[in-house]
């Protein structure tokens, strides 16, 4: 069965240090995966997305991931966190297979304390 | 560029009346379309999705339905609400043309059902 894993319900990381979101993921085929921001109350927004290529993608806001396929992992790092950086985060992904449907994780609240 | 709008952006409605939440997409034609379920702040439920005018699909059966009667307006619906309705709902677009796409969001409609 296709699923996403995210362990961490909460991470707590102090301003200036660097952060890292964790995804794990088990799909048939090539996965394509993604990484999505929430504010409160909003909608999500894109991040970045891994579809092949280099292992370690760039995104938004200073944002990155590295794609791992031994470990079937896709964690979402920054390498210095600021207090705005505070949401919730989703990892998600698509079946090489398919052109409409995303398995999302259960998303990650990222608090960032001064 | 591409935009999406969705509304209303809250709306409290009893139960037992019915419901319509729109969204259009501007910039692009022929997206894939989506509605989202968000509860509790956290998980995504895929409602619904489209690929084209007049085609909908439904991901889990429940008290809503959805349609497209343009390439670029989904709309969902009730005709009678349940307070288990309430909730964050997201629309979204993705573009039908390209494999491994990313999904944009709206800005998400609040729902309470009283």
């Known amino acids: 069965a296709q699923s996403v894993a995210q362990p961490e319900d909460q991470v707590n990381v102090a301003e200036g240090n660097p952060l890292t979101v964790k995804c794990t993921y088990s799909v048939s085929g090539n996965p394509y995966l993604f990484w999505y921001v929430q504010y409160p109350n909003r909608g999500l927004q894109f991040l970045l997305k891994?579809?092949?290529?280099d292992n370690l993608v760039k995104g938004s806001y200073g944002f990155e991931a590295e794609f791992n396929k031994s470990q079937t992992s896709f964690h979402l790092k920054k390498p210095s966190a600021l207090v705005s950086d505070s949401a919730l985060y989703f990892c998600?992904?698509?079946?090489?297979?398919?052109?409409?449907?995303?398995?999302w994780g259960a998303g990650t609240k990222l608090i960032i304390k001064p | 560029s591409q935009t999406i709008h969705q509304w209303p952006a809250t709306l409290v409605q009893p139960v037992g009346s019915p419901l319509s939440l729109e969204c259009t997409v501007e910039?692009?034609?022929?997206?894939?379309l989506y509605w989202y379920r968000q509860a509790a702040g956290r998980g995504l439920q895929l409602l619904f999705y489209?690929?084209?005018?007049?085609?909908i699909s439904s991901e889990v059966p429940q008290n809503l339905s959805a349609s497209r009667p343009q390439d670029r307006q989904f709309i969902l619906s009730s005709k009678k609400l349940l307070l288990s309705d309430s909730g964050f709902y997201l629309c979204a677009w993705s573009d039908g043309t390209a494999s491994g796409n990313t999904i944009y969001f709206g800005e998400g409609s609040w729902l309470t059902v009283v």
């Open positions: 910039g692009t034609s022929n997206p894939n």
């Open positions: 998600a992904v698509r079946d090489a297979g398919s052109n409409y449907q995303l398995i």
């Open positions: 891994y579809i092949t290529g």
């Open positions: 489209s690929v084209g005018i007049g085609q």
